[in-house]
């Protein structure tokens, strides 16, 4: 199975400033039809995740343009710019490309 | 919009056998692939099956293999998970999610299964 490695595991934030989160994954992620099968969530507390960003940089609907997903072959990365509190929770990355699909550990957004 | 509600859950003994539902409106059911992802208590995320949009097709991760069985009525506009010869392991809030623009675009609330004697 393809191993999606995430730092940090916590992240201290301040509401208003900007983190990144780094997805790793111990294979090449670039399918062979060309795209890249990597996608974030957000699982925010006592509630079910939900999709964020899709094939690397597309932002899913209702998702604001606080959120950008950059990267390519095996190192991703997911940015928040002016952190809200509804931003807070744990971030996951997951990789569809190859078979079975995997997540990442996640990456627990809080306040400092 | 998109709803998923989960039914089913519920405290069963190693061994035994629970079946899943999924009750899915707000999109054309029939036109998509479904899968059930699962999250043991204060864990991440796993994948567990899928099935393609008309049930021809599907796939599992390897432990659950032989004991789970993923399915689906289009005409209820519902998926299944009948999950057969429980481990402890097995124990997780198991969520029903849709592949529609992507894997796992939306997601149901979750329903708990705890296997436990």
């Known amino acids: 199975d393809v191993l999606m490695t995430q730092t940090p595991v916590s992240l201290p934030v301040s509401l208003g400033g900007q983190v990144s989160i780094s997805c790793r994954s111990s294979?090449?992620?670039?399918?062979?039809?060309?795209?890249?099968?990597l996608h974030w969530y957000l699982q925010k507390p006592g509630q079910s995740p939900q999709l964020l960003i899709y094939?690397?940089?597309n932002r899913f609907s209702g998702v604001p343009d606080r959120f950008s997903g950059s990267g390519s072959g095996t190192d991703f990365t997911l940015k928040i710019s002016r952190v809200e509190p509804e931003d807070l929770g744990v971030y996951y990355c997951?990789?569809?490309?190859?078979?079975?699909?995997?997540f990442g550990a996640g990456t627990k957004l809080e306040l400092k | 919009e998109v709803q998923l509600v989960e039914s089913g859950g519920g405290l069963v003994q190693p061994g035994r056998s629970m079946k899943l539902s999924c009750a899915a409106s707000g999109f054309t059911f029939s036109n998509y692939g479904m899968a059930w992802v699962r999250q043991a208590p204060k864990k991440g995320l796993e994948w567990v099956a899928y099935?393609?949009?008309?049930?021809?097709?599907?796939y599992y991760r390897d432990p659950v293999k032989g004991r789970f069985t993923i399915s689906r009525d289009n005409a209820k506009s519902t998926l299944y998970l009948q999950m057969d010869s429980l481990r402890s392991e097995d124990t997780a809030t198991y969520y029903c999610?849709?592949?529609?623009?992507?894997?796992?675009?939306?997601w149901g609330q979750g329903v708990m299964v705890t296997v436990s004697s």
């Open positions: 999610t849709t592949t529609i623009t992507t894997p796992f675009d939306y």
């Open positions: 997951l990789q569809s490309t190859h078979f079975p699909p995997t």
């Open positions: 294979q090449s992620l670039v399918h062979s039809d060309g795209n890249t099968y």
């Open positions: 094939r690397v940089s």
């Open positions: 099935i393609s949009y008309d049930g021809g097709s599907t």
